[in-house]
């Protein structure tokens, strides 16, 4: 029988759930700046690269294994691959799939990556809609923007307890995106929140295994799942985000209410995304950096006696692993970043395989980095210096890396990232199709044809 | 980046996961005693009832719409009606019109309701791959054993921050009947434990709205899919379960890890289960039980002066509505209950409609009940005492009432409480031979023919 204890409750809340709705149903199409709308298209584009990029990978395989079992109807695409499936299966799919390579978009101030459930769910439900690509790109800056707000209201301690809050908050944003695709009223938006609520995917410790990568699909999925009960008049609570047996209460003890509204419709959380332009955790970014800076001045690896680099703490507790013996335990070498930064130009997926780490050269240079620790250095930051065989010495400092809010990666930088994921899986020819349709996707008629152009030929 | 503060860690939890999956993977068929067996098809039998009973409900039918949006496959049946669906919507179908009415069976210890989530995904699987019946009663004993058994390593903490119970740890049981029915080996039940750990589903907050019975739903369709993946080679933590940012650890501040071992094998949490025979909340039964007896005694309601009713501060707290004005509110008044008891004999779905609760008689005689606290009397008791108008006084102490572990229902109690719900559904010819088809599962070659019997003729 009830309890009437509880562990915690602000009964006084704000009504969130409703002023998010209200939002989410009313926010006028483009109805923000240039700037942002241009976010929206990188997000989506860097998000989709990611999904192509590891349609082949074997969680991708395992995962549509597993949906075939309920033989889906043919509705969505599956990005990269021919098979097509039920919408629900494809936001799922496509989630998992756009967060295998740990490539994704950041939303720095919550470690969420937004892209995953929101964009997953959008392009299915699109496609089964028949909608725009103005309602697409509308509905992927508002629900970003409720995932990241909720993110804001319960980060960091629902993170520090063990949730992994890309999936934990996700399903709010593709909630949130799908209503508005729908076309739902603020009422029908208010109860897709509300059912989205009771269903936040994701623990941290599954950090390393394939359900890392399922917990932005399957935040997909709820949320889209979320939307289409709404439709139906299916109810929930209206007060499901801020009620103190509500959302945020439940799964975190810090609940900044603020953060939900503050500036609401006037700063869009999009604008503080970010994209890895290394297929590696974020804090050997600035020594990557650094030594694709030091290339870039004509360095070759050969020349090189030594390298003394000064980090961050954090840098060598994650990532101090000297002698990787394979592509994955790569991930967490500082020491083979650096390699593939001055030999290779750059750290994509591909520079992360068992051959690259084992080549030789790879590891000659490796050995001749020296990483120390050093308070004074930022968590975004690496000082770089290279000692050369000619005795000269070259001094590099990073502040911030590429790729970081400061210092973002171009349009064109994220085209060449796309086509990195891409090209071997669709061909150059159609993924340079598919980058063209992603910057155009805000003027497309319908989305039909960028998703066509994400199957191969 | 990574955060490496844990709010509260006990990283010397026992391998429970692993424990569990074994059990699950390799404990024999009928591993248990014949009342053992026997509680589970009374569980199987009290779950379908509530099924179909509610199938045509407001919420059934907003949910059948929402997953007809996906085209499913006609893989699986949606009790009580002509519909299939994929096995995993059905899964969600089922479990959501299961626990529609709050008529469900209950694991008391924990206030469990674990046959929705449970049984829900075991008939959709069952169906597809042709399991016999005692596949499917060896797979629903060991599931509810796992979800029962965690909920008793979390609550009531867990619970009382606010989770609804039934949904968050029932895709753990979903999950382990499911790999059981496979024939997945340990290592893969492992898995599927592990993927669906990340996959809680429920928020009390949602109580008095749909949410609240699509979370056994969602828990039955997420703990299927799990399994489903985990068949692929898909891998989540081997600790999934009680590492410190794994399951127990996150969603809980209690551990009580012992509780996933006790007696593995040996003693079963089926067997704790209970049913409910009067459809509302459990501390209103002791009093209603006593007016069904009054009733046997021969009294009618036009004899009765008065009604003293003494009961536990809980029963007025949470269904001291006075003068409910529909059935809804009806569920909320113990002085409803108390007219259904005496006038009616039962207080099934049936007696909560709207036309009851407002029909005179009954109106009339919840008025002569005046209920009191008495802080002596325990919360599943109830005195009564019937004032009669030729001023006999009738004293009735009722200790534990009808559906108590101490006093179950019966097998002939539970048939009549499925006819009830399932006559207007199906037919009475159709409900009775289901009904045998439900004792007579475990000797079932295969569950599809009960299945076809659930559906419409």
């Not at 101030?109 to 439900?125: F, N, R």
């Not at 209201?153 to 307890?161: A, L, Q």
């Not at 051959?355 to 770089?384: C, P, Q, Y």
């Not at 000269?392 to 911030?400: K, L, S």
Request: glycine share 8%.
């Amino acid at each position: 029988m009830a309890r009437n204890t509880l562990v915690q409750a602000d009964p006084n809340a704000p009504p969130i759930t409703r002023l998010l709705a209200e939002f989410v149903a009313n926010h006028p199409s483009r109805g923000w700046s240039d700037a942002v709308d241009h976010e929206a298209h990188r997000t989506f584009l860097n998000w989709l690269g990611c999904a192509v990029g590891a349609a082949y990978h074997e969680a991708a395989e395992a995962a549509l294994a597993a949906v075939g079992v309920l033989q889906p109807a043919p509705q969505a695409t599956v990005a990269g691959r021919p098979e097509r499936v039920d919408i629900a299966s494809a936001a799922l799919l496509n989630g998992i799939a756009s967060h295998i390579f740990d490539f994704d978009d950041t939303h720095l101030k919550t470690i969420i990556h937004p892209a995953g459930p929101v964009a997953s769910a959008l392009l299915a439900l699109a496609e089964l809609t028949g909608a725009s690509g103005r309602q697409v790109i509308d509905a992927l800056v508002l629900g970003v923007d409720v995932a990241c707000r909720m993110g804001n209201v319960i980060y960091p301690e629902h993170y520090d307890r063990g949730w992994h809050i890309t999936g934990t908050t996700g399903m709010l944003g593709a909630a949130a995106g799908c209503a508005r695709l729908l076309g739902l009223d603020a009422g029908r938006t208010q109860m897709a929140l509300g059912i989205a609520a009771s269903q936040p995917v994701g623990l941290r410790e599954q950090f390393g295994t394939m359900t890392k990568p399922f917990h932005p699909g399957a935040a997909a999925r709820a949320g889209l799942m979320s939307a289409l009960l709404a439709r139906q008049g299916f109810t929930a609570s209206p007060r499901a985000l801020e009620a103190p047996r509500g959302f945020a209460q439940v799964v975190s003890d810090k609940s900044a209410w603020h953060e939900a509204t503050d500036e609401l419709g006037r700063r869009f959380e999009i604008s503080f995304n970010s994209y890895k332009p290394f297929a590696c955790g974020i804090v050997i970014h600035p020594s990557i950096d650094a030594c694709v800076q030091l290339r870039a001045q004509g360095v070759r690896a050969e020349q090189v006696e030594r390298i003394e680099l000064k980090v961050h703490p954090l840098v060598l507790e994650l990532t101090g692993k000297k002698e990787p013996a394979d592509g994955l335990q790569g991930k967490f070498s500082v020491y083979h970043g650096c390699a593939a930064g001055l030999i290779l130009g750059k750290a994509s997926e591909d520079e992360y395989t068992d051959e690259i780490v084992n080549r030789a050269d790879m590891v000659a240079l490796r050995r001749k980095v020296e990483a120390t620790v050093d308070e004074r250095i930022g968590e975004a930051s690496a000082d770089m210096a290279a000692v050369l065989t000619d005795g000269r010495r070259i001094h590099i400092f990073v502040e911030h890396a590429i790729g970081s809010l400061q210092r973002p990666m171009s349009d064109a930088d994220l085209a060449a990232k796309f086509s990195g994921m891409s090209d071997p899986v669709l061909g150059a020819p159609r993924s340079a199709a598919l980058i063209a349709a992603c910057w155009g996707l805000g003027e497309a008629a319908d989305v039909r044809a960028l998703a066509a152009l994400a199957r191969p030929a």
